[in-house]
T-cell receptor, first 111, second 113 residues
Framework: GENVEQHPSTLSVQEGDSAVIKCTYS??????FPWYKQELGKRPQLIIDIRSNVGEKKDQRIAVTLNKTAKHFSLHITETQPEDSAVYFCAARAAGNKLTFGGGTRVLVKP | NAGVTQTPKFQVLKTGQSMTLQCAQD?????MSWYRQDPGMGLRLIHY???????DQGEVPNGYNVSRSTTEDFPLRLLSAAPSQTSVYFC????????????FGEGSWLTVV
C-alpha cells in the first residue's frame, strides 16, 4: 500500500520568514495530494491540494509543488504569521479513494 | 447542509464494553471512511466504503466493524473496547470523482479505561 513520509516533524520559524514542509510517497498510482492544517482539538482542514497533472499550485501565501518523477511534494508558506502555528499533514490518495497521511509537522511561528 | 456529523463527541468506555460511533453526511457522497488519530500522530485509515452495501478494510481494521446500509450513514462499531483504542476518531466523506475534496467530521474523543 501507499506510504507517506513527512519532514520535518517540528519546524520553528520567525514571523515573516518562510516555512517548507516536504513529503515523499511510494505509490506511483497516487494522483491527488492534499495538505491539511489541524489546530489543537479540531478536525483537519484542507488548505491546498494538487492533482498529478499539475506541477505547482499557489493560493495567496501558500504554495504546493509536486515532482511525480521523484515522488515528492512540498508545502511552502511565505510571510508566516502567528496564526499559521498548527500541525500540518500531507496526504496522498491512490486507488479506492483511500487517503494515506504523513506523520505531521508541528509548525511554531515565533513573533 | 450540515456536512459530516459525528456522535458522540466524547465517550469513556470500560475495557470490554462495546459501542458504536455514528457518522452521517448530507452531501450525497459515495465515499465514506473512518480514521483514528493517536496523540501526536497522523491519521490512519480504519475502514472505508465506496457506496451503500460496500465496505473494505484500511490500515488498522482489527477490533472494529462497519456497515453501510444507506448512502448517508457509516457507523463504526467497537466490538470489545481495549485501552489501545483510546484515540480520536474522524469520519470523512467525498464524491466518487477522482481527486475530489475530502470532508472531515469534527471528531469523536474516545477513552477506554
Amino acid at each position: 500500500g501507499e506510504n507517506v513520509e513527512q519532514h520535518p516533524s517540528t519546524l520553528s520559524v520567525q514571523e515573516g520568514d518562510s516555512a517548507v514542509i516536504k513529503c515523499t510517497y511510494s505509490d506511483s498510482a497516487s494522483n491527488y495530494f492534499p495538505w491539511y492544517k489541524q489546530e489543537l482539538g479540531k478536525r483537519p482542514q484542507l488548505i491546498i491540494d494538487i492533482r498529478s497533472n499539475v506541477g505547482e499550485k499557489k493560493d495567496q501565501r501558500i504554495a504546493v509543488t509536486l515532482n511525480k518523477t521523484a515522488k515528492h511534494f512540498s508545502l511552502h508558506i511565505t510571510e508566516t504569521q502567528p496564526e499559521d502555528s498548527a500541525v500540518y499533514f500531507c496526504a496522498a490518495r491512490a486507488a479506492g479513494n483511500k487517503l494515506t497521511f504523513g506523520g505531521g509537522t508541528r509548525v511554531l511561528v515565533k513573533p | 447542509n450540515a456536512g459530516v456529523t459525528q456522535t458522540p463527541k466524547f465517550q469513556v468506555l470500560k475495557t470490554g464494553q462495546s459501542m458504536t460511533l455514528q457518522c452521517a453526511q448530507d452531501m450525497n457522497h459515495e465515499y465514506m471512511s473512518w480514521y483514528r488519530q493517536d496523540p501526536g500522530m497522523g491519521l490512519r485509515l480504519i475502514h472505508y466504503s465506496v457506496g451503500a452495501g460496500i465496505t473494505d478494510q484500511g490500515e488498522v481494521p482489527n477490533g472494529y466493524n462497519v456497515s453501510r446500509s444507506t448512502t448517508e450513514d457509516f457507523p463504526l462499531r467497537l466490538l470489545s473496547a481495549a485501552p489501545s483504542q483510546t484515540s480520536v476518531y474522524f469520519c470523512a466523506s467525498s464524491r466518487k470523482v477522482r481527486g475530489n475534496t475530502i470532508y472531515f467530521g469534527e471528531g469523536s474523543w474516545l477513552t477506554v479505561v
